[in-house]
């Protein structure tokens, strides 16, 4: 399974981003997709995941700014990030919950996206 992301880029303080990612191969179903991110020195953490029962987790710091979104049809995953903050400021890692036409279950990453929030 392979993830295709974008929609990362440079914004002031208090602006917004959305983000994308398509996933492709040989799926068969998948099962949940999101967004993880990755400050410099920290480490990876989930920021909004959309499982396919309908359940949505978000991190406690992004609540009420950001919401992520699925088109299933598609096998894309969006992250719209409203109020942008500098602490935002992350590399941004789409990940996808899958199973293949083989009968495999897999753990995908896409390759990652700056986002850069300046104050």
């Known amino acids: 399974v392979q993830l295709q992301a974008s929609g990362g880029g440079l914004v002031q303080a208090g602006g917004s981003l959305r983000l994308s990612c398509t996933a492709s191969g040989s799926i068969r179903t998948i099962n949940g997709m999101g967004w993880y991110r990755q400050a410099p020195g920290n480490q990876r953490d989930l920021v909004a995941f959309?499982?396919?029962?309908?359940?949505?987790n978000y991190a406690d710091s992004v609540k009420g700014r950001f919401t992520i979104s699925r088109d299933s049809a598609k096998n894309t995953v969006y992250l719209q990030m409203n109020d942008l903050k500098p602490e935002d400021t992350a590399v941004y890692y789409c990940n996808a919950d899958a199973t293949t036409i083989w009968g495999l279950a897999l753990q995908s990453w896409g390759q990652g996206t700056l986002v850069t929030v300046s104050s």
């Open positions: 959309a499982h396919s029962g309908g359940n949505i």
